[in-house]
């Protein structure tokens, strides 16, 4: 269940139109997923946004681009090729096309193409082509910064002003021996 959506030829899709499920993504539907060479489709949305669109029907293509406005990201919009024994192919002249793909029950032949995102997919026992001039370039993982130890950075404080009272204790010292 979705908003329906034709994804053939070049179009633009605003996140906020979708049906907004209970975890608060928004939810379309096309029955196929094939932009044109030359021909690009547009995710218009904003970083907090999280897009779903489930392509139901098989013979899919990937031979356009998808691109991806408004800050959204590639980790934030899923295409969910939920169609049984096709194929998706593609051979998109070099485009690239943001997104996390999942292609679990057709199978994938790809080529000449840049996927800026994730590629998931390949039915059992059928062929998984990724090749001429196709590549996948992951999102980076953001790594985590530690978390601060109040505790700890007060010991290295009262560490440190130890230290330097012992730094000038030695200091002094030193000068009243000379004299």
């Known amino acids: ?46 970083s907090s946004d999280f897009v779903v669109i489930d392509v139901t029907g098989t013979g899919n293509s990937l031979n356009g681009a998808l691109t991806l406005a408004g800050g959204i990201t590639s980790d934030q919009v899923l295409i969910n090729f939920i169609g049984v024994g096709g194929s998706v192919q593609g051979a998109a002249n070099g485009a690239t096309l943001d997104g996390t793909f999942l292609i679990p029950n057709e199978a994938v032949t790809l080529n000449s193409l840049t996927i800026d995102g994730h590629l998931f997919g390949g039915e059992a026992g059928q062929n998984f082509q990724f090749v001429s001039n196709a590549f996948i370039n992951q999102p980076p993982v953001p790594v985590p910064a530690p978390p601060i130890d109040h505790g700890i950075l007060a010991f290295m404080a009262v560490g440190g002003m130890l230290f330097g009272a012992r730094l000038l204790g030695n200091r002094r010292n030193r000068h009243l021996q000379a004299a």
Do not use: K
Not at 6 to 17: F, H, V
Not at 20 to 42: E, H, K, M, Y
């Open 1 to 46: 269940m979705g908003t329906a959506v034709t994804l053939t030829g070049s179009t633009t899709i605003n996140a906020s139109s979708g049906f907004l499920d209970g975890t608060g993504t928004r939810v379309f539907t096309a029955s196929t997923f094939s932009p044109g060479n030359s021909q690009t489709i547009t995710i218009n949305g904003t």
